[in-house]
């Protein structure tokens, strides 16, 4: 996700791939999903589908809307930094949870 989110190239296809790794991300969090995934992953459809929709002002309308769509960028990678920074909390949680305080692993 991150090679993704900082990469100097962005495209809409890219974020295909995440559905391959929902599986897995998914399985190792505890559910119900905290409210701060459910906020960063709405803030990050919404990002998307703003700076899509500059992306199409600029590609497919020839408009002159640079200034715009840098500022979706902007807010897009915001949005991307928000989820890898809750699911790395969800990571981080759901490791205490099956390793003590010690670090080694615990009966479940």
């Given at each position: 996700m991150a090679f993704v989110a900082y990469n100097k190239v962005?495209?809409?296809?890219?974020?295909?791939?995440?559905f391959s790794l929902l599986p897995t991300a998914l399985q190792a969090m505890h559910w119900p999903p905290p409210k701060g995934l459910k906020w960063a992953g709405a803030a990050w459809v919404l990002t998307q589908l703003h700076w899509l929709f500059w992306g199409?002002?600029?590609?497919?309308?020839g408009r002159g809307v640079h200034l715009m769509l840098w500022i979706a960028g902007v807010l897009f990678l915001v949005a991307n930094t928000a989820v890898m920074w809750v699911l790395l909390g969800c990571a981080d949680h759901a490791t205490k949870s099956v390793t003590g305080a010690s670090g080694h692993v615990t009966a479940a």
């Open positions: 962005s495209t809409a296809q890219y974020f295909v791939w995440y199409y002002m600029l590609e497919f309308q």
